[in-house]
């Protein structure tokens, strides 16, 4: 089976940049990262639907279809108060409603002073492609909020 783990590791203003790493376990015990990339979310404001990051904690995740993105996403379930939080393709905080942004790469993109994630569609279809031997999986989310 596949997991992600999410790090969140820098705090930014009204953003927060992150690690999206995946593993899958071994048959022998433990597990070995098979994937990683770069994130992006919203800054914590208690969790308030399409403002805040989602708390830090483990969520369920299925990859199932979005009507807004009119495509199939992971989505994390059993968010306190939310729901619709996805991993998605969004290169600047302000493209983010409490979602979660993947790219390769954190750098200046728009020129409004904060870090972008690059590359985010190319980067999701990566994640997609790997995870896509299962659609259903975990996701911890550890960092605080």
Not at 1 to 12: A, D, E, H, P
Not at 26 to 42: A, Q, R
Not at 44 to 72: H, L, Q, T
Request: aromatic residues 8%.
């Amino acid at each position: 089976m596949k997991k992600m783990v999410l790090y969140r590791n820098n705090y930014i203003g009204p953003e927060i940049l992150g690690h999206l790493l995946v593993f899958e376990d071994l048959p022998s015990g433990g597990s070995k990262l098979i994937f990683d990339c770069k994130t992006l979310e919203l800054e914590w404001k208690n969790n308030a639907r399409n403002v805040s990051c989602v708390p830090s904690g483990f969520y369920n995740i299925e990859f199932e279809k979005s009507n807004r993105f009119n495509r199939r996403l992971w989505e994390l379930k059993g968010v306190p108060g939310r729901s619709e939080a996805k991993i998605h393709v969004a290169n600047y905080y302000t493209q983010i409603q409490g979602c979660i942004a993947v790219g390769d790469m954190h750098t200046k993109i728009n020129g409004d002073g904060f870090l972008d994630v690059r590359n985010s569609a190319n980067t999701l279809s990566r994640l997609h492609n790997i995870m896509s031997s299962q659609s259903k999986s975990t996701i911890r989310i550890v960092g605080k909020t």
